[in-house]
């Protein structure tokens, strides 16, 4: 059929055809946005979920509710080679140009520029040749001690009292959380710690491979209360189902019940996955319906292409060792894996495991969903390192 007529929509990012099975979380951030608004505390949403399941999307989502609900949006996304506060800073100093050029009466917006001038000078970040406001001096002893834990949440206090005297709610969006250092994500829960004592008008908005299980000590305690991390996980066979029949029905083509039965069973309901196969089987179809031939048949190209791109990509930053340690782990069946176990696979002693599986954290391959377990964060990324590596030599 017309690939140009093609509904699904598979890529980072993409937004589907129909945000399918994400009721729920949504009220969740309807909710928090309208009582953050109302100065009302309320836990700020880190969503949670492995690779393709439609976290950015969601974020996406909840970016537009937050500015249909009166929010000014700050919108990052977290790179493993950039700094949390290099990453903030750029995007805080225009939010309060922004503020400052907002009718109203006072200057904490002006302060807030010198507070930020003076974060810069501290954790030494420069923004090239820009300068943050020419006329400002940097406000010395506010958030200029380079201690990133205790001149963040100060930086964001002075943000936010900035937008809270000009009654602007400002909603923080952050994606790839698990990007962040350790020191760096406890600044910002410490932060969001203070924005709730306070109770000023800022709130977090993430998104991120699992992570609380690798938050450590302090930090830890401190998350659970001030975040819900709510698990974006794969749709069920019915959400599955209507994310397939729902955007076809739409343009006046059917699935066959037995083909989306099949698709269903083939991606385990993983949305990126879900789009990968919608999208072959409609193009690989004459006319509707799609039927079960179909899909069969659109099945070779989807693992090929997968295999060529989606997985590949991730596989060609591997080291060896790396590539051994997650070939090893994919023998062992499916769900999380001991350590011991795959140290046991690999025919070495668990400790001298250590610096691989930091390595592949920190590449964001597996995660600890359990101490002592691993798990991939590549939805079947276990078959296709059986597929790429059909030896463990
Ligand atoms: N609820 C949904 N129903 C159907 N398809 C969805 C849904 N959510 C996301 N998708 C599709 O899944 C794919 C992946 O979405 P997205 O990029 O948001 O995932 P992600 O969790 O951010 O992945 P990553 O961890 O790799 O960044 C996209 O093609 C998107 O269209
Ligand atoms: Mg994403």
Same mark, same amino acid.
């Given at each position: 059929?017309?690939?140009?007529?093609?509904?699904? !929509?598979?890529?980072?990012?993409?937004?589907?055809?129909?945000?399918?099975?994400?009721?729920?979380i949504?009220?969740?951030?309807?909710? #928090?946005?309208g009582?953050?608004?109302?100065?009302?505390?309320?836990? !700020?949403?880190?969503?949670?979920?492995?690779?393709?399941?439609?976290?950015?999307?969601?974020?996406?989502?909840?970016?537009?509710?937050?500015?249909?609900?009166?929010?000014?949006?700050?919108?990052?996304?977290?790179?493993?080679?950039?700094?949390?506060?290099? #990453?903030?800073?750029?995007?805080? +100093?225009?939010?309060?140009?922004?503020?400052?050029?907002v009718?109203?009466?006072?200057?904490?917006?002006?302060r @807030? *520029?010198?507070?930020?001038? /003076?974060?810069?000078?501290?954790?030494?970040?420069s923004? @090239?040749?820009?300068?943050? @406001?020419?006329?400002?001096?940097?406000?010395?002893?506010?958030? &200029?001690s380079?201690?990133?834990?205790?001149?963040?949440p100060?930086?964001?206090?002075?943000?936010?009292?900035?937008? $809270?005297?000009?009654?602007?709610?400002?909603?923080?969006?952050?994606?790839?959380?698990?990007?962040?250092?350790?020191?760096?994500?406890?600044?910002?829960?410490?932060?969001?710690?203070?924005?709730?004592?306070?109770?000023?008008?800022?709130?977090?908005?993430?998104? /991120?491979?699992?992570? *609380?299980?690798?938050?450590?000590?302090? !930090?830890?305690?401190?998350?659970?209360?001030?975040?819900?991390?709510?698990?974006?996980?794969? *749709? !069920?066979?019915?959400?599955?189902?209507?994310a397939?029949?729902d955007?076809?029905?739409?343009?006046?083509?059917?699935? $066959?019940?037995?083909?989306?039965?099949?698709i269903?069973?083939?991606?385990?309901?993983y949305?990126?996955?879900?789009? $990968?196969?919608?999208?072959?089987?409609?193009? +690989?179809?004459?006319?509707?319906?799609?039927?079960?031939?179909?899909?069969?048949?659109?099945?070779?190209?989807?693992?090929?292409?997968? &295999? $060529?791109?989606?997985?590949?990509?991730?596989?060609?930053?591997?080291?060896? /060792?790396?590539? +051994?340690?997650?070939?090893?782990?994919?023998g062992?069946?499916?769900?999380?894996?001991?350590?011991?176990?795959?140290a046991?696979?690999?025919?070495?002693?668990?400790?001298?495991?250590?610096?691989?599986?930091?390595?592949?954290?920190?590449?964001?391959?597996?995660?600890?969903?359990?101490?002592?377990?691993?798990?991939?964060?590549?939805?079947?990324?276990?078959?296709?390192?059986?597929?790429?590596?059909? &030896?463990?030599?």
């Open positions: 059929m017309d690939p140009i007529k093609n509904p699904f !929509s598979p890529g980072a990012g993409s937004p589907p055809p129909e945000l399918v099975g994400r009721a729920g949504l009220e969740q951030a309807r909710i #928090l946005l009582r953050v608004k109302e100065k009302r505390p309320e836990k !700020s949403i880190l969503l949670t979920g492995l690779r393709g399941v439609g976290k950015t999307v969601l974020l996406n989502e909840m970016e537009r509710l937050a500015i249909r609900t009166g929010y000014r949006t700050v919108a990052v996304e977290a790179h493993e080679d950039k700094s949390l506060a290099a #990453l903030l800073v750029p995007p805080l +100093r225009k939010l309060l140009f922004e503020l400052d050029r009718a109203g009466a006072g200057d904490k917006a002006k @807030g *520029l010198a507070v930020l001038k /003076g974060f810069m000078n501290g954790v030494k970040v923004l @090239g040749d820009i300068e943050v @406001g020419l006329d400002i001096d940097p406000e010395k002893g506010a958030a &200029d380079g201690d990133l834990e205790s001149d963040l100060n930086l964001f206090v002075a943000v936010a009292e900035a937008a $809270e005297e000009r009654k602007v709610p400002v909603a923080l969006l952050i994606d790839e959380l698990q990007y962040f250092s350790h020191k760096e994500l406890s600044a910002l829960i410490m932060a969001m710690h203070k924005m709730q004592q306070r109770q000023l008008p800022m709130v977090l908005l993430g998104a /991120g491979l699992p992570i *609380l299980p690798g938050l450590a000590g302090e !930090s830890k305690s401190y998350a659970e209360r001030l975040f819900s991390f709510p698990d974006i996980g794969a *749709l !069920s066979e019915p959400d599955a189902v209507k397939l029949q955007p076809t029905q739409d343009v006046g083509v059917d699935f $066959e019940t037995a083909a989306v039965k099949e269903f069973r083939l991606t385990k309901g949305p990126y996955f879900l789009q $990968e196969w919608g999208y072959q089987s409609w193009n +690989r179809a004459e006319a509707s319906p799609i039927t079960l031939q179909v899909v069969n048949d659109a099945s070779a190209t989807v693992v090929r292409r997968l &295999d $060529e791109n989606f997985f590949r990509v991730r596989f060609d930053r591997l080291t060896p /060792g790396e590539m +051994r340690f997650l070939r090893a782990m994919a062992l069946g499916s769900g999380a894996r001991r350590s011991s176990d795959i046991d696979a690999l025919g070495v002693k668990i400790n001298s495991l250590g610096p691989t599986r930091a390595n592949l954290i920190q590449k964001g391959m597996i995660y600890s969903p359990a101490h002592g377990d691993m798990a991939f964060t590549v939805p079947l990324f276990d078959a296709f390192m059986l597929r790429a590596m059909p &030896d463990l030599t």
